[in-house]
C-alpha cells in the first residue's frame, strides 16, 4: 500500500516547533538527524509518521510514537531517502522540503518504488473534492482509466481508485491549508479483482 502526505508551511495555525517538541512524535530510537533545524525535523518526521501510517494496515488511530525512523539519508538538497518501521512491517520512501510545503511519500517494503505521485496548490476551499478531482483527470489521462470511480473514505478508511475493468488501484489522498496532493502505487502493481 501507499500513504502520502503534505504539511502546508504557510498554514497560520502550524506551530512553530522547538528541538524539545520532538518528544511528542519520536520513539527514542528515531534517526536523529542534526543538520536540518528542530522545526522543520518536527514536520518533517510528522510528514514521514503520516504516510507511513496511511500505507499500513493499521486500524488504531495514528500515533506517531508508534512509528520508528529507521534510516533517513539525504539523496539531494532537501530530499531524503527514509525507511519506518511500524506494526512488523518496513516501510520506504521518501521526504521533502520546499519553499511552501513538507511532504512524503512512504510504502510497504524495504525498496522504494517509483512514485506516482503529485502536490499542487488548491484553488477551491473543498479541498478533497478537488483533490479527488485532479487524481481521476491523472487516471483518465495518464493511465487511461476510464470511468474511474474514488471511494470516499467512509469514517476514516483508505480511499481506493477502481477503474471499469475492476482493476483496483492504492491511492493515497493528502491535503492541508492550500496544498494538496495524491499518490498512486505504479501500475506494474495493480490488483486485479
Ligand atoms: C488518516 C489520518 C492520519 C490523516 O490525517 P491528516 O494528515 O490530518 O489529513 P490528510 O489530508 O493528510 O489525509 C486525509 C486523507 O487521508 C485518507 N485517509 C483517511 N483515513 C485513512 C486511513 N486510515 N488510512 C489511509 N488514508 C486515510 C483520506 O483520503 C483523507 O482524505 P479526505 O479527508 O478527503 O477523505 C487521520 O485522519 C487519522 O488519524 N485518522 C485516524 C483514523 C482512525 O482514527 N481510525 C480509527 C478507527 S477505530
Not at 504557510?10 to 543538520?35: H, N, Q
Not at 470516499?152 to 477502481?162: C, F, H, I, K, L
Not at 482493476?167 to 502505487?185: E, K
Request: one cysteine or more; a positive charge; glycine letters at 4%.
Amino acid at each position: 500500500m501507499i500513504g502520502i502526505d503534505i504539511v502546508d508551511l504557510a498554514d497560520p495555525l502550524l506551530k512553530k516547533r522547538k528541538t524539545s517538541d520532538l518528544r511528542f512524535i519520536t520513539t527514542g530510537s528515531d534517526f536523529e538527524s542534526t543538520t536540518i533545524s528542530p522545526s522543520f525535523r518536527f514536520w518533517i518526521y510528522w510528514a514521514i509518521k503520516e504516510a507511513t501510517y496511511k500505507a499500513s494496515a493499521a486500524k488504531d488511530r495514528f500515533d506517531p510514537r508508534k512509528i520508528c525512523i529507521n534510516t533517513f539519508h539525504s539523496i539531494s538538497k532537501d530530499v531524503w531517502s527514509v525507511s519506518c518501521k511500524f506494526d512488523n512491517c518496513m516501510f520506504s520512501g521518501q521526504a521533502k522540503l520546499t519553499a511552501e510545503y513538507i511532504s512524503a511519500v512512504m510504502y510497504v517494503g524495504e525498496k522504494s518504488l517509483p512514485a506516482i505521485h503529485q502536490f499542487f496548490p488548491l484553488k477551491s476551499g473543498q479541498s478533497g473534492k478537488e483533490v479527488r478531482a485532479r487524481l481521476k483527470a491523472y487516471a483518465k489521462k495518464e493511465l487511461q482509466l476510464t470511468e474511474v470511480i474514488i471511494a470516499d473514505p467512509v469514517a476514516g478508511q483508505r480511499p481506493v481508485m477502481r477503474a471499469s475493468n475492476n482493476q483496483v488501484i492504492q491511492v493515497s489522498i493528502t491535503h492541508h491549508h492550500h496544498w494538496g496532493g495524491f499518490a498512486i502505487i505504479p501500475a506494474a502493481n495493480p490488483e486485479i479483482l
